[in-house]
């Protein structure tokens, strides 16, 4: 069975940064893609950042050039470096596991998931 840790949310004021990091099984790490999504409250999830096995990276919009996702595999573990950070990029942010090579930023595509870590950045 899957499992995705997420670890490394906290607070922060606005320009700071964090990194977060997604500690998984090898299995889960063998999947296509793995991404991070963030929910606000009363907001939809919505992508933040996918890597798939072909080496391809997807960002939003209203992350890119602030946010870097990568992979360690020699420790199963995704992470998600969030430099310059915004009072709109506080939410809970989720890693999650997809065995489709396009699932891209798209949610349904995903099948496994962690708990989430929260990220809440101050002005």
């Known amino acids: 069975q899957a499992q995705l840790a997420e670890s490394g949310g906290g607070s922060v004021q606005t320009g700071g940064s964090l990194r977060l990091s997604c500690a998984t099984s090898?299995?889960?790490?063998?999947?296509?893609?793995m991404a991070w999504f963030r929910q606000a409250p009363g907001k939809e999830r919505e992508g933040v950042a996918a890597l798939c096995s072909d080496g391809t990276t997807d960002y939003a919009d209203s992350v890119q050039g602030r946010f870097t996702i990568s992979r360690d595999d020699a420790k199963n573990t995704l992470y998600l470096e969030m430099n310059t950070l915004k009072p709109e990029d506080t939410a809970a942010y989720y890693c999650?596991?997809?065995?489709?090579?396009?699932?891209?930023?798209?949610?349904?595509?995903?099948?496994?998931w962690g708990q989430g870590t929260q990220v809440t950045v101050s002005s």
């Open positions: 999650a596991a997809a065995w489709w090579l396009a699932a891209g930023l798209d949610p349904r595509w995903y099948n496994y």
């Open positions: 090898t299995w889960t790490f063998s999947s296509y893609c």
